[in-house]
């Protein structure tokens, strides 16, 4: 079976590489699809995002990377997957992400989707929140791939008035 991985990964982060691992052990296939979104504001360009995650899965097995923008169900029946994945940190996320799926469904005519909760250890960190802090000064080895740690911090020193 095929699955598909959705979002913007801006960055990608600890918590999203232990959905992925998770995934992997469950599907055949598994296609990590990268939001390109004119509307959304992004820090890191889409090219850095596509190639910060295959620095960050390295070595796994089973999995694409690819970009797409419009939405996620075209997407998905244009690759023939068989499932949306969508992980949730906490209950928070859910009415979100289950507003969505419920979308989804409506507009697939019966895609499914279906939600893995993440790691306990991982559900408070968030994209927005990681380059919140990382632009602040603060430390967000812990939270994110080392490839993702190195470019922030570059990207950030690169900046004016740093």
Known sequence: MKALYPGSFDPITNGHVDVIKRITRIYDDLIIAVLSNQDKTVYIPLQDRVKLIRQSLKGMKNISIETFSGLT??????????????????????????????????????????FIMTNPKFSFIRSSRIKEVAILGGNVKEFVPLPVYKYLYQKIRKRPNM
Do not use: C, H, W
């Open 73 to 114: 169900v075209d997407y998905a029946k244009s690759k023939n997957v068989d499932v949306i994945i969508r992980g949730l940190r906490a209950p928070s996320d859910f009415e979100y992400e289950l507003e969505m799926s419920q979308i989804n469904y409506f507009l697939s005519k019966g895609l499914e989707t279906i």
